[in-house]
């Protein structure tokens, strides 16, 4: 029981100095550090930071992502020139952030693709661990259909529709294009009073002269009351 004790113990030793011998965990370190705030809260940050190296430390993926960061000498082309050093984790934080800013606005597109995606690794990774201690609020990102439909936006009816294959929004029942040739006075008198008891004078005003100039009907009871109705008139007219 002992020897296995102690087989047990030598073997988390081994993988330890493993992961402090490993070059990429100061790699890892200092890009953690540049992207999170550490100093805000050091306990909780660092314990992501540990956690992501542990789960990642060995895909290849991982290492391929980060792994430019601990020679900078590949980002020549970017305007990282006159550097101390170019181990990225040797750099100081400021020279760090000098690092990153030239990257985002290296002319390369691999260079920005690069930088942008070892970004959104690390925020992704650590936020999404830490969101509800940090904010005390539990998202529910795998609500059941029946909570969906409960929370989902009430919208009033309408008649319009998408068409898709000619990418326009369409009334339902179409445009009315076959207007009869007259009104009826009484007829017309009590629409546009309808109107104008629902709407704002002005938009009933500029709707109504908008569709007499397109009515092929040429109704003339409208254009007599659209000149002689002082409601009806554009302009500012009370």
């Not at 629902?198 to 109704?219: G, H």
Request: hydrophobic share 45%.
């Amino acid at each position: 029981m002992l020897v296995r004790a102690r087989i047990f113990a030598l073997t988390i030793w081994l993988v330890g100095q493993a992961a402090a011998e490993d070059p990429l965990r100061a790699t890892h370190d200092a890009l953690f550090a540049s992207f999170l705030p550490m100093e805000e809260a050091p306990a909780m940050f660092g314990e992501a930071r540990d956690e992501i190296w542990s789960a990642a430390a060995q895909a290849p993926a991982f290492r391929s992502l980060i792994t430019p960061f601990s020679d900078l000498r590949g980002f020549g082309l970017c305007g990282l020139t006159n550097l101390r050093t170019n181990a990225f984790d040797q750099l100081t934080p400021a020279e760090r952030m000098r690092i990153l800013f030239l990257l985002h606005a290296c002319a390369s597109n691999d260079v920005r693709r690069l930088v942008m995606t070892v970004r959104n690794f690390y925020l992704r990774k650590t936020y999404g661990v830490l969101q509800e201690p940090l904010t005390g609020v539990r998202l529910n990102l795998y609500a059941p259909d029946t909570f969906v439909k409960q929370h989902a936006p009430r919208l009033p009816s309408t008649r319009l529709r998408y068409d898709g294959k000619n990418h326009e929004i369409a009334h339902k029942d179409g445009v009315v294009e076959d207007l009869p040739g007259t009104m009826d006075d009484v007829k017309l008198k009590s629409a546009v009073d309808a109107l104008l008891a629902k709407y704002p004078r002005e938009p009933v005003a500029l709707y109504l002269n908008a569709f007499n100039d397109m009515n092929e009907a040429n109704w003339t009871n409208l254009k007599t009351m659209l000149e002689s109705d002082a409601r009806l008139q554009l302009g500012d007219h009370h």
